[in-house]
């Protein structure tokens, strides 16, 4: 196996047609991250998020698609996974960083990921940089990827209109 430190961070960016205080509050609200921060498939239930540094963000992920609940069974998987992440760094409309606990992956040991969130306005759009933290092999790595451009996508089509 790989180790982390050895791998490359994932960058995931895309520029919004929208006010900053919009895209700041799907990151650092309950109503807000509920939205959208789930791949499609999957939806989240937000139990405690606390919008600062050091503030808790809870929340338990349910596959809500019969596809997905399919794929989770027939992966041994549970149809939800309860996480746990810190804000580590929070400055109001302009970067964060969410590190989550990785306690959930049978056999691995226990781990922090974090993702640093950057966001630069200019007119009427804003650029929103995402730096993935990679996971602990090069598999999870690439699918932590796929399934961060699928909750992204959400974004997509919400920006879209």
Known sequence: MQKVTDMQKVNVERTYKARIGELWDLWTTKDGFESWWAPEG???EVHRLEGKTGGVVHYTMFADSPEMIAAMKQMGRPASTESRG?????????RLALTHRIDFI?????YDSTMAVEFIPSNDRVRMVVTLDPMHDEQMTRMATMGFESQVGKLDK???A
């Open 158 to 160: 919400r920006f879209a």
């Open 106 to 110: 049978p056999g691995v040991p226990p």
């Open 42 to 44: 999957f939806r989240v």
């Open 86 to 94: 810190t804000f580590t760094l929070f400055q109001p409309q302009t």
